[in-house]
């Protein structure tokens, strides 16, 4: 067996002092940034641990954080979850990661385990209607759940919704169909509302069905997929996406020659090639950094007022859109690529 790390290896593989090295392990901030990123990438590579026992008694901190999730079945969950492990550790903390299943109930208890296993602060998604008004124990910081007196990170959803809706005008989509999440979760309702107010005058939405956020649509759903004359439908998230892909194709209709498909997240496995969804992407990665940057600063002390940081989205094109000439009455099926064959233009 390998004999553990110590600080002596760390400083002479970092070329440091063994003082730089404690200055950096114990977020003392006494270092400028390139050192302190070479301390941790050396202290990373040989695998050094410091005594949480000693430094526990010293501090009175644990380094472990909690990161609550509504689910775990839906890929974006995880994605986050990855991401705030990954940065904690960098910054020395492990983390404690909770299924709340997406109930107020589950959540409160998560938040009262999390302060009995002496945790320094937590990353959390929350549901709707959590109640604000009994504080946990330690710092916060939420993620797209914004809460009064709570830090929080989140994706520009109204901005992606803005962004959807240019698109489809810029590609000549006039008649689209809209698959949207529950009002009451806030980054599907700012998603519509950013589509909407940008599609306004010029992008008319001939149907629209609340689903549940998941891949499998519910029958009327699925029904509207059919003969409704709309070349786009427009998704609240990628899973759902997926499901109306789904549907299309067993119906036999051609994506993206008589519809296109856009969804929301940039999920992994929208980039597959059976799938190639055109979505817009928010930074898993990012709303994991940021969070646990926030955080940690909360633990250390910071009393600066709690604030919203807004990260911005970008659209990706795939294979499920494609630009569409806009038929020549309201009731008209969408061209269809057999119709471009035989010399019709596409915008």
Not at 130 to 149: C, H, K, R
Request: aromatic share 4%.
């Amino acid at each position: 067996m390998r004999k553990p790390a110590t600080i002596r290896d760390v400083a002479q593989a970092a070329g440091v002092s063994p003082a730089t090295v404690s200055y950096v392990m114990n977020d003392l901030d006494k270092v400028s940034p390139e050192i302190d990123r070479r301390v941790r990438k050396a202290a990373y590579e040989l695998g050094y641990a410091r005594n949480r026992a000693a430094v526990t008694l010293k501090t009175g901190r644990h380094n472990v954080i909690g990161c609550i999730l509504p689910t775990l079945a839906s890929p974006i969950f995880p994605e986050i979850a990855e991401a705030v492990q990954s940065h904690a550790e960098t910054l020395g903390f492990a983390t404690l990661l909770i299924n709340s299943g997406d109930t107020v109930e589950r959540e409160a208890d998560a938040l009262r385990r999390l302060a009995a296993h002496g945790v320094d602060g937590a990353v959390a998604l929350l549901h709707p209607g959590f109640d604000a008004s009994g504080p946990p124990e330690f710092p916060l910081v939420t993620i797209d759940s914004f809460l009064p007196g709570y830090d929080c990170v989140q994706a520009d959803h109204d901005g992606g919704g803005r962004l959807i809706a240019e698109y489809a005008r810029q590609r000549g989509h006039r008649r689209v169909g809209l698959l949207s999440g529950a009002a009451d979760i806030a980054s599907s309702a700012a998603r519509r509302r950013g589509f909407l107010e940008a599609a306004a005058g010029e992008i008319e939405v001939v149907w629209e069905e609340t689903v549940p956020l998941t891949a499998t649509l519910t029958p009327r759903a699925a029904e509207r997929m059919v003969g409704r004359g709309v070349s786009l439908v427009v998704c609240v998230n990628d899973l759902v996406a997926i499901g109306a892909l789904s549907v299309l194709r067993d119906l036999g209709i051609d994506v993206p020659g008589e519809v296109s498909v856009i969804g929301f997240d940039d999920i992994g496995m929208s980039a597959w090639p059976l799938i190639g969804l055109t979505t817009v992407r928010q930074s898993t990665h990012d709303l994991g950094r940021r969070a646990v940057e926030r955080l940690v600063r909360r633990i250390d002390g910071d009393k600066d007022a709690p604030d919203r940081l807004v990260l911005p989205v970008d659209l990706v094109e795939r294979a499920t859109t494609e630009a569409h000439a806009p038929s020549p009455g309201p009731e008209a099926p969408s061209l269809s690529r057999n119709a471009a064959k035989k010399g019709m233009s596409r915008n």
